[in-house]
């Protein structure tokens, strides 16, 4: 009976050595397993099987196990990290300020090697240029891209915020409370445009998604970039069917790219293989 049982106790020893050493492989890119996504990462709409390809520009092969202790380790230098992903054929960008804690599975070898060939020629700009668009999608495919970034016009001139951004509905509401105040005293006018351009600029962000939602549209993806340029070139290749309302009016200037990272594949892999020695 001992016997039987230093034998299973061996086996089951090596199960765990297996165990271990499958949740320990290098030199494949991670995916998010079925199942794993949590609430703060599904909040930025990644999606199940979604691969992790690059931390911070540099490709990341280093297994689940090392995935926290390598936000933890940047955490005193750095409270933003840039993740790449791909999903659909697409390599995207996203900012997050938070440890990604999904749950991670491994990619096939094909997978692993596909996915570093077509991010050889996915370029970065100026990593400080860098913010998250919010895209916005009705059934028909239109698309809205908002830049949730802190605009100082929405309390200097909050009529010209509203229309920069489209939203009409409380930009006629705005100039009759303007139009109705200033007929009744002045000081009545000056008071209300100085509370009004308080909570414009406070609740920019909510009144781009909630008139966004409005029109029946649905968080369908965010996506850090310099520009919305970019922004919207992704999103057609995500799906070609997308269309991008006001896609003529990019408020932005596009940002020259700055940086490639065909070299940080290539230094990964010698790292992988001198750890493997």
Known sequence: MSEELADNGE?????????VD???????LLKIAVGGITVQDFVKRL?????????????????PKRLRQTFLQDRDQESKWLLTFFRDGVVFDILIDHPIKSAFGYSTENETAFVLDA??????????????????????????????????????VPPLWLLKYRLFPPLAAVSVLY?????????????TAIMLAIYINRAQ???????????????????????????SLIVKRIDPNNKIRFEKNVIK??????????????DTRKENSQSEV
């Not at 109705?180 to 000081?187: A, R, S, W």
């Open 205 to 231: 962000t909510n009144l781009m998604r909630s008139f966004t939602m409005f029109e029946d549209k649905y968080h369908y993806m965010t996506i850090a970039a310099t520009n919305e340029a970019d922004v």
């Open 253 to 266: 200037k596009r940002v020259e790219i700055k940086k490639t990272i065909e070299t940080a594949i290539d």
């Open 119 to 156: 991010f050889k020629k996915h370029t970065f700009g100026d990593f400080q240029s860098y913010e998250n668009y919010e895209v916005y999608r009705d059934k028909t495919g239109r698309c809205d891209i908002l830049n949730l970034s802190p605009d100082p016009l929405a309390w200097i």
């Open 22 to 28: 499958e949740a320990d492989k290098q030199g494949f």
């Open 11 to 19: 086996q089951l020893d090596d199960a765990d050595e297996v165990l």
């Open 47 to 63: 999606e199940e099987d979604d691969i992790l390809v690059a931390i911070d520009g540099k490709p990341y092969l280093d297994g």
């Open 179 to 191: 139009l109705l105040t200033f007929v009744i005293h002045i000081y009545l006018f000056v008071a």
